[in-house]
């Protein structure tokens, strides 16, 4: 069996590497849970690299179904070219679709598969892929024939917690939830995307991050790619940690709500003018 024991441009708890080890030797799906920004769909793209497998996203949205996954029969194709065309219209293969997750199951090796943000979905979509997820086979009922994985894929499926899943079927997996990042794991998180950021820009950049991060009245709290991108705006535009001590430049980069941004502007002036009063009194 290969172990996934991550890759070099994708930073993994200890904990998280163990869940999808375990995932892959009990071959069960694993639901990985974390607020926005946490690196849930990365995680797949990072075990395709690290295992050299195959990756195929399903990625679902509100009007998703579970049959959409599995195979479409084409019958407005199949009625036109009854009408129109040369073919062969008793041969109904030719007019079923694989879905992803049919994709997966058909394969002749062994595939990543991402089901991403399966909370988008109805709350009965999770309920109709169990037999299938538990399973891994499907029956075609317009020919007759059942689609058995001839490798059981490596299924990692993501929720923003949306809506709970049905308790059956998380029965059927392995569950992780990551945490976000404290400060020494984000570190070496951004040194990944900027190897050579300068250490004390950095360290000021994080204090200010963490900082926005401890308001509880933000409607939503900075996630790691906005500070990712936060930080790429500071080094191209030249900003020094001086110039993020006295201020937090690029705020629209990290806070992406009017009132968010009210919160901390008028909180950050406050701030700063008791700190400059501090260092004031402490030279004279």
Known sequence: MNYFKGTEDYVISKDLR??????IALQRPLIVKGEPGTGKTLLAHSIAKGLGKKLIIWNI?????????????DTVQRLNDARFGDNDI??????IKMGKLGEAF????????????????????????????????????????????????????????????PDPFLRRCIFHYIEFPEQEL??????????KIEKKLLREALKKF???????????????????????ALILGGISEKDVEKEIPFLGTLLKKKEDID?????????????????TRDVY
């Open 18 to 23: 163990d869940n999808v080890n375990v995932s």
């Open 61 to 73: 949205k509100s009007t998703t179904k579970a049959q959409e996954g599995l195979y479409l029969y």
């Open 90 to 95: 008793s041969d109904i293969k030719q007019y």
């Open 106 to 165: 058909a394969s002749e090796e062994q595939l990543v598969l991402l089901i991403d943000e399966i909370d988008k979905a109805d709350i009965e979509f999770p309920n109709d892929l169990l037999n299938e997820i538990d399973e891994m086979s499907f029956y075609i009922p317009e020919t007759k024939e059942t689609i058995k994985a001839k490798n059981r894929p490596i299924v990692i499926i993501t929720s923003n917690s949306e809506k709970e899943l």
């Open 186 to 195: 984000m570190e070496e998180i951004v040194h990944v995307h900027f190897p």
């Open 210 to 232: 963490y900082w926005i991060r401890e308001f509880d009245m933000l409607r939503k709290k900075p996630s790691t790619s906005e500070l990712i991108d936060w930080l790429q």
């Open 263 to 279: 919160i901390v502007q008028k909180t950050g002036k406050t701030h700063y003018a008791y700190n400059t009063s501090m260092r």
